[in-house]
């Protein structure tokens, strides 16, 4: 029953919000077609890691630096091209869940904590790969953000209401206070600035305490942009970019990790 009346209340908001404008946005959706397609005939329901990320960076919204390696050599290359302190995730074989399988390696700050993290990631999957289908090793060299505030940003669908964009900080905010906001797609800039401005959280995104707001002007943007992606694939019914590091330098929030589920509507 409660889940039935948030529900209403929900719709009831979107009646009565302010009609606010809607951007559309001139994309090459043939890129992003294929990436769907590759996911579909290699028998995958979701799209993850690299082509997750290169469909978000499709529809403009910003990403952090990425590089597959396969060997310990690659990956220290990635990592001098990207730049210490990097990030070095499981990329195949598939794992959904990393953080919580232990297949990330975060702040690696020299060429030995590379190798180290390499080979570590390489042992634990070693199992994986055993029972299940055979995929050849390798990791995602990612730049490291720091100093940002963790967001989450997706879509669920609802049977009732279709595409729900979904708003939110990450970490405790979102596990254990559920501060997030949702909104029936498509998302215009109202929209866009009621979802932001009605957290609970807000003050951390706008300075607490004398300290300097976020790039709030990027957020609001990538939530449009992602609207629209929504809008234009409806085989897509989930997405999860978790997280999307806001920062308070203009060009330095950029989405961390995210995911994609093909399904139908």
């Known amino acids: 029953m409660a889940k039935t009346l948030s529900k209403i209340e929900l719709y009831r908001k979107w009646l009565d919000s302010q009609i606010g404008k809607h951007q559309q946005l001139q994309i090459d959706k043939g890129r992003v077609e294929k990436l769907i397609e590759n996911a579909l005939s290699g028998g995958q329901n979701s799209i993850v890691g690299e082509q997750a990320l290169e469909l978000l ?12 390696a396969h060997t310990e050599k690659e990956a220290l290359t990635a990592a001098e091209k990207i730049g210490y302190p990097v990030v070095l995730k499981v990329n195949t074989p598939v794992i959904l869940h990393k953080t919580e399988f232990g297949a990330v ?20 999957v070693t199992a994986i790969a055993k029972r299940g289908k055979k995929e050849r090793f390798s990791v995602f060299v990612q730049e490291m953000l720091s100093g940002g505030i963790e967001t989450v ?8 209401f ?9 970490g405790i ?8 906001a949702f909104r029936i797609n498509p998302l215009s800039d109202t929209d866009v600035e009621e979802m932001i401005g009605g957290l609970k959280s807000y003050p951390l995104l706008t300075g607490f305490r004398g300290s300097e707001s976020v790039d709030l002007a990027i957020l609001k943007e990538s939530l ?11 085989m ?27 399904g139908t509507r």
């Not at 960076?57 to 597959?68: A, E, K, M, S």
């Not at 940003?153 to 009732?160: C, F, K, N, P």
């Not at 279709?162 to 990450?170: E, K, T, V, W, Y």
């Open 57 to 68: 960076n499709l529809y403009g919204i910003p990403v952090t630096q990425n590089v597959v």
């Open 105 to 124: 390696k975060v702040d690696l700050r020299t060429p030995k904590e590379v190798k180290t993290a390499f080979n570590d990631l390489k042992k634990k």
């Open 153 to 160: 940003i997706g879509m669920s669908t609802d049977q009732a």
């Open 162 to 170: 279709g595409p729900l964009i979904m708003f939110g900080l990450g």
């Open 173 to 180: 905010y979102v596990e254990i206070l559920k501060d997030v």
């Open 224 to 234: 449009l942009r992602l609207s629209q992606l929504v809008s234009d694939f409806d």
């Open 236 to 262: 897509i019914t989930e997405i999860d970019i978790n997280p999307f590091i806001a920062c308070k330098k203009k060009g330095s929030s950029k989405a961390v990790d995210a995911r994609f589920i093909i």
